[in-house]
């Protein structure tokens, strides 16, 4: 099955993705992002959980969802701008903890939200994660 996807801006949601596929076929991954910002060229600024609805609703036809989330910089500026102090992360007394914390408040509410398509632990997550250094076999973590 051939689907075809392309950005559409709208009051509602930003970067909605419109699919164009045969009537009554649809993809067998659809997927969304939770980070709120690309579209304007200055890297993810906030958390949106707007493409639930639509994930639920591929999830009832029969795709399988899947989301990802470039979080924003928690301590503020652009995805370039390096933390002072990596361990404020785990502070919340800090303004980059504060603002850690609770990215990861919204991105679990939009997952609970739309645990109505998880497929169960008989499936196997995948988890990944992104990282942009000059030697990535120096990555620790």
Known sequence: ???????????????????????????????????????????????????????????????????????????????NVPLADFSDLTNPATPAGKAWHSTLDKVAAGLYDGAGFYPGSSYVDVVGLDCYISDPMAAQG
């Open 1 to 79: 099955m051939h689907a075809s996807w392309r950005s559409r801006r709208d009051s509602k949601s930003p970067r909605r993705r419109t699919r164009s596929s045969p009537p009554g076929q649809y993809p067998a991954i659809v997927a969304c992002d939770y980070a709120d910002g690309w579209v304007n060229g200055k890297g993810s600024t906030t958390v949106s959980t707007y493409c639930n609805g639509y994930l639920k609703e591929a999830w009832s036809k029969g795709s399988l969802p899947s989301v990802s989330v470039h979080a924003p910089n928690p301590g503020g500026g652009s995805m």
